[in-house]
């Protein structure tokens, strides 16, 4: 099968084009770094061309791995392009702002997938990840040329406005609370607090280092793109802010009854020593001394 990796001299679409080569399928790459795109693609002998229409038009599946807000762009780019029942995936993060051009994809003629990779460029290949799945008009078909394209992968189906839910949650929340942490971390005496520092904050300071790899254009998405997130945000400083006033004031008992009430929450659907194991599991796997 001809492969076209739009984007594909980014991490995520180098991780997708070495995917793709290993399978044996043909690969073609255009982004708009060319000079790197003609590096990486001659790294895999595969080919670099310089528009995204002449990517598309020879592929039989085109992967789009551009910023969120550059996927209507290109769909409107390559749309006229594509040949007869031509699948074309993407791999947002965030989906709201890319559903309208992937159902053009459908009213074309071609076969839209709608994929989040539920991992980052650092796993180096998808084969035995998740992947979130969003229908775009049929979805009982298009999880399975999902499977057909990711056979080792978990394919996950999950509707739009859930996806992008969730997503406030796990990626709008936690890289927020982690860009504030490393943006903190940056003025202190980084190698002291790593060698006093016990062993919740390494583990949260490898957190925040892996959130700061991310593009800043992702990472601006992520907050700015998906139209859930301020909500879990605002939703999030309510909280800190009851919480700095009870620090403050030093009101120890209305902190405790705060804790508690979050703790027995919490359990009523995770087992926390588990996760406190895991927490040690991992940093024994880190390395016993502090460096990682």
Same mark, same amino acid.
């Given at each position: 099968?001809?492969?076209?990796?739009? #984007?594909?001299? #980014?991490?995520?679409?180098?991780?997708?084009?070495?995917?793709?080569?290993?399978?044996? *399928?043909?690969?073609?790459?255009? /982004?708009?770094?060319?000079?790197?795109?003609?590096?990486?693609?001659? +790294?895999?002998?595969?080919?670099?061309?310089? +528009?995204?229409?002449?990517?598309?038009? +020879?592929?039989?599946?085109?992967?789009?791995? &551009?910023?969120?807000? /550059?996927?209507? %762009?290109?769909?409107?780019?390559?749309?006229? *392009?594509?040949?007869?029942?031509?699948?074309?995936?993407?791999?947002?993060?965030?989906?709201?702002?890319?559903?309208?051009?992937?159902?053009?994809?459908?009213?074309?003629?071609?076969?839209?997938?709608?994929?989040?990779?539920?991992?980052?460029?650092?796993?180096? *290949?998808?084969?035995?990840?998740?992947?979130?799945?969003?229908?775009?008009? *049929?979805? =009982?078909?298009?999880?399975? $040329?999902?499977?057909?394209?990711?056979?080792?992968?978990?394919?996950?189906?999950? /509707?739009?406005?859930?996806?992008? @839910?969730?997503?406030?949650?796990?990626?709008?929340? &936690?890289?927020?609370?982690?860009?504030?942490?490393?943006?903190?971390?940056?003025?202190?005496?980084?190698?002291?607090? %790593?060698?006093?520092?016990? %062993? &919740?904050? @390494?583990?949260? !300071? !490898? !957190?925040?280092?892996?959130?700061?790899?991310? +593009?800043?254009?992702?990472?601006?998405?992520?907050?700015?793109?998906?139209?859930?997130?301020?909500?879990?945000?605002?939703?999030?400083?309510?909280?800190?802010?009851?919480? $700095? %006033?009870?620090?403050? #004031?030093?009101?120890?008992?209305?902190?405790? =009854?705060?804790?508690?009430?979050?703790?027995?929450?919490?359990? @009523?659907?995770?087992?926390?020593?588990?996760?406190?194991?895991?927490?040690? @599991?991992? !940093?024994?796997?880190?390395?016993?001394?502090?460096?990682?």
């Amino acid at each position: 099968m001809r492969v076209a990796i739009i #984007g594909g001299a #980014g991490r995520m679409g180098r991780l997708f084009a070495r995917y793709f080569i290993q399978r044996g *399928d043909e690969v073609v790459i255009s /982004d708009v770094n060319w000079e790197e795109a003609v590096r990486f693609a001659g +790294s895999l002998n595969a080919e670099a061309v310089q +528009s995204n229409s002449e990517a598309a038009g +020879s592929s039989e599946l085109i992967v789009i791995c &551009t910023p969120v807000m /550059d996927v209507p %762009k290109v769909v409107d780019e390559i749309i006229h *392009d594509l040949s007869e029942s031509a699948i074309v995936m993407e791999i947002s993060s965030i989906k709201s702002p890319v559903i309208s051009a992937m159902r053009m994809v459908a009213e074309a003629g071609g076969r839209p997938l709608s994929i989040h990779p539920l991992f980052g460029p650092g796993a180096g *290949d998808p084969s035995g990840e998740r992947m979130a799945l969003i229908p775009i008009s *049929d979805e =009982k078909y298009e999880v399975e $040329l999902a499977r057909s394209i990711f056979p080792n992968a978990s394919i996950i189906p999950v /509707d739009l406005e859930r996806h992008d @839910r969730i997503m406030a949650f796990a990626l709008s929340l &936690t890289h927020l609370i982690n860009v504030v942490f490393a943006s903190m971390i940056a003025e202190e005496n980084i190698a002291e607090l %790593k060698r006093i520092g016990g %062993k &919740t904050f @390494r583990m949260q !300071l !490898l !957190l925040c280092e892996s959130v700061m790899m991310e +593009s800043p254009d992702l990472s601006a998405a992520i907050q700015m793109n998906n139209p859930f997130a301020i909500e879990y945000l605002e939703r999030f400083a309510s909280k800190y802010d009851r919480l $700095l %006033k009870y620090i403050r #004031g030093k009101r120890k008992g209305e902190f405790i =009854k705060f804790h508690h009430e979050v703790y027995s929450a919490l359990s @009523r659907h995770e087992d926390l020593s588990d996760s406190y194991r895991a927490m040690y @599991r991992a !940093l024994r796997a880190i390395g016993n001394d502090g460096e990682y």
